[in-house]
């Protein structure tokens, strides 16, 4: 089988790694518009329960990026400069260089040929058998190969930039401070032993205000590093195309047509609040994987068996952002609450997770939730 993948991120690589491997007689191409070693962004993060699954599938992609993990137990909080912490909440941050560093490594090991700094064009799907669009949110060849007149595209109005800081954080930690008449929120996370992701989020309204949308890089910088200092302590944030963007929310009715299939955020994009983008890719790419090992030389049949198989969890996963992102949206009106408050209702904005879960999985959290309910000094 002649196969095509557009884009070498991590759900392209790792379907076609895996592809390769189990069908070594077939021809498996990625096109990568990018250089080699470029990377925009700095780190991504995975829960334990995300790991799990992704090493029973791809043991030997854990293998490689599990000496170069940092892991942490606790998510925490900080609003009114108070940490409140709330356990059962495993996670391990990577370099995305790094995770697609291996992805390449253990593609090309199984003869994938992969070519950066070449852009697949609509005319290519002729001469593949399956072509696969794993190009992005946006995704031109998602567009060109599997039109879609039922796709939804919406713009929240909060903004977020991308950094890193040499300052080293302890656990994945989101900080609140109420600024310029909105709110913004730092969601920060080491992804290596001296570095770390630093996302600042804030709402239209103090985007607006503090006149961000007219200044430079440098003076971007050095605004969030004012209004983040007691946690930068003095560290630097570091840029990488860093620019105010708007998330787009993605949705698709139309996953696959004639030989072509969509994946990662091609399919939809999960907001980045959740982190679950990376696993999500990663998760796609190991569920078409499958559905050819099911269906090895039917390739409508593979791909139908794909999206039944594979739409209702990636449903779930695009109406947990979905929720996030309205939680976010409003989270100026919420600034107001104290702080172990706020910790519960942020737990809570999904909808996937309620307080009898919370009492399984974050036991310290909800003793100090529940002392905070009866007016009682709380747990520490």
Do not use: K
């Not at 790094?98 to 003869?111: H, K, M, Q, S």
């Amino acid at each position: 089988m002649r196969v095509l993948v557009a884009g070498g991120g991590p759900a392209g690589l790792c379907f076609a790694g895996l592809f390769r491997r189990s069908f070594p007689a077939s021809s498996v191409t990625v096109l990568e518009r990018d250089p080699r070693g470029a990377s925009y962004g700095f780190g991504v993060v995975f829960s334990d329960q995300a790991l799990c699954a992704l090493e029973a599938a791809y043991p030997e992609l854990c293998a490689r990026i599990a000496p170069e993990l940092e892991r942490w137990s606790d998510l925490t909080i900080v609003h009114r400069n108070e940490a409140v912490a709330i356990d059962g909440n495993g996670f391990s941050g990577i370099s995305r260089r790094r995770l697609l560093a291996c992805l390449e490594e253990i593609a090309e090991t199984a003869g994938v040929d992969l070519r950066h700094e070449t852009v697949a064009t609509r005319e290519m799907r002729d001469g593949f058998d399956l072509v696969v669009a794993a190009d992005g949110a946006h995704s031109p060849l998602g567009r060109d190969w599997v039109p879609d007149p039922g796709q939804q595209v919406t713009l929240p109005d909060n903004r977020f930039i991308w950094y890193a800081t040499q300052r080293r954080f302890e656990t994945l930690t989101l900080t609140f401070r109420a600024a310029s008449g909105g709110c913004f929120v730092a969601h920060h996370y080491r992804y290596a032993p001296d570095l770390s992701t630093f996302i600042v989020e804030c709402d239209g309204t103090a985007w607006r205000n503090a006149g961000l949308f007219r200044m430079s890089d440098e003076a971007n910088r050095a605004f969030c590093e004012r209004i983040f200092a007691p946690e930068l302590r003095g560290n630097p944030l570091i840029s990488n195309r860093s620019v105010w963007r708007r998330f787009p929310m993605v949705r698709r009715s139309r996953w696959r047509s004639g030989n072509a299939v969509l994946l990662g955020d091609a399919l939809g994009t999960v907001h980045f609040s959740i982190g679950s983008g990376t696993r999500r890719a990663l998760e796609d790419a190991v569920a078409l994987w499958r559905a050819f090992c099911t269906h090895p030389d039917d390739v409508p049949g593979a791909l139908e068996a794909f999206e039944v198989d594979r739409r209702p969890a990636v449903d779930r996963l695009l109406d947990a952002g979905a929720g996030s992102s309205a939680w976010y949206e409003t989270m100026a009106g919420r600034m107001d609450r104290e702080p172990v408050d706020l910790a519960h209702d942020y737990m809570t904005r999904s909808g996937q997770v309620d307080d009898a879960r919370l009492r399984r999985i974050a036991p310290r959290f909800m003793r100090r939730y529940q002392d905070f309910l009866n007016g009682d000094s709380p747990h520490v």
